[in-house]
Nanobody, 118 residues
Framework: QVRLVESGGGLVQPGGSLELSCATS????????MKWYRQTPGQERTLVAI????????TYADSVKGRFTISRDNAKNMLYLQMHRLKPEDTAVYYC???????????WGQGTQVTVSS
């Protein structure tokens, strides 16, 4: 059973930093690219970042480029999102996701709440 568990969110002041983690299990993590999404109330989830299975390729949404870094540890089956210079508009629930259209990966985890506020 595929399991994705996000953690590391919290309340941070504008300009601050956080690191999110995504613990994965139930599939061969090293064989798949991974993504981070975020969602604010009443809005659809939006793509934040993508990383290839070997970490050689990363892509970011324009809104986070230069401030966020996606990374992974294939030995630990972990995905990360380092977030710096946070802005109030980064406030959202953040989700990790397997980069695959397979129905095996259709479910979303519980996400982790990031709130940027003074």
């Amino acid at each position: 059973q595929v399991r994705l568990v996000e953690s590391g969110g919290g309340l941070v002041q504008p300009g601050g930093s956080l690191e999110l983690s995504c613990a994965t299990s139930g599939f061969l993590f090293r064989l798949y690219g991974m993504k981070w999404y975020r969602q604010t109330p009443g809005q659809e989830r939006t793509l934040v970042a993508i990383i290839s299975r070997d970490s050689n390729s990363t892509t970011y949404a324009d809104s986070v480029k230069g401030r966020f870094t996606i990374s992974r540890d294939n030995a630990k089956n972990m995905l990360y999102l380092q977030m710096h210079r946070l802005k109030p508009e980064d406030t959202a629930v953040y989700y990790c996701r397997v980069n695959s259209s397979s129905s095996a990966f259709a479910s979303w985890g519980q996400g982790t709440q990031v709130t940027v506020s003074s």
